[in-house]
């Protein structure tokens, strides 16, 4: 019996933390559709068996088509600026253009909520940043020229929070491509932590195992590697972290 019931939609799977949810998923044998931007991008990453579409988070259609039949999404989307986006013109370069961090790291994930609602899937989970609610961070300040990237995750989050969708929000800090469960994962609540990495393929572990996890569901979680052993007991590893608060006044407007 597969450890997750229902259709697993993965957004920004050709990304380096989507293909690693792609991957954990399978191991888990959960049914998984990969989205990305164009089939291509998915060519070299989905096995057999594993279902695809396409959609860009700013176009409402194509989302409510790639998540019809889902009960969970795993988004892992993030806007590239800098040299990662180098070719697309100046506005996206720094990351304020139609593919910066307003229009996909922000208002795509409106979108996402509200095909998420449109199609009933039931519970976001959704890759951020640590350092989000840190502006004087150095990191922070070096971020800020670059689409205001981490004001946007802020906004993005406060729409999660407030949609009244199950979800757990997880927040890594510096990613690499180091392989997986070579190292502990040390968690915290929203704004505690200030450095550290971690590999995406544990980033990935953390996103699959909050989804069957109930002491996952409706937090924020910061993660980064320690010395520590690899976790096993992942009820316990959730439970550390308490519930958000959710704003009385919240609302998905100000996204
Ligand atoms: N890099 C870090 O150290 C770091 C640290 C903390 C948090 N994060 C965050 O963690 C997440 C994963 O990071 P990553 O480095 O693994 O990601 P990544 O490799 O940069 O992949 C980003 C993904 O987002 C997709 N995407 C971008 N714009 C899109 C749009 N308009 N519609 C649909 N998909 C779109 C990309 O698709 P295309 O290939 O089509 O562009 C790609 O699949 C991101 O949210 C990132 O901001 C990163």
Known sequence: MPTYEGLVVVLGANGGT???VVARLAHHGVATRAVARSERKLADIVKPGTETAVADVRDVESLENALRGARAVINCIGTRVGFANTGK???????FGEDGADAVD??????????????GAEHLVI???MLINQPLNPFSLMMKP???I???????????????????????????????????????????????????????EVCAQALWTPAAYGKTLEI????????SDWGAFFASVPPDAIPAQATAAGV
């Open 18 to 20: 989507g293909r690693e």
């Open 89 to 95: 013109g100046v506005a996206d370069f720094f990351g």
């Open 106 to 119: 922000n208002r795509g994930t409106v979108n996402v909520l509200n095909a998420m609602k449109r199609v």
């Open 127 to 129: 890759v951020t940043s």
């Open 146 to 148: 670059f689409g205001d």
């Open 150 to 204: 981490l004001t946007m995750k802020d906004k993005a989050e406060k729409a999660v929070r407030a949609s009244g969708l199950r979800y757990t929000i997880v927040r890594p800090g510096g990613l690499t491509n180091q392989p997986p469960f070579q190292k502990g994962i040390k968690v915290a609540p929203a704004d505690a932590l200030s450095s550290g990495s971690i590999s995406r393929a544990d980033v990935a």
């Open 224 to 231: 980064v590697a320690d010395d520590t052993a690899p976790v």
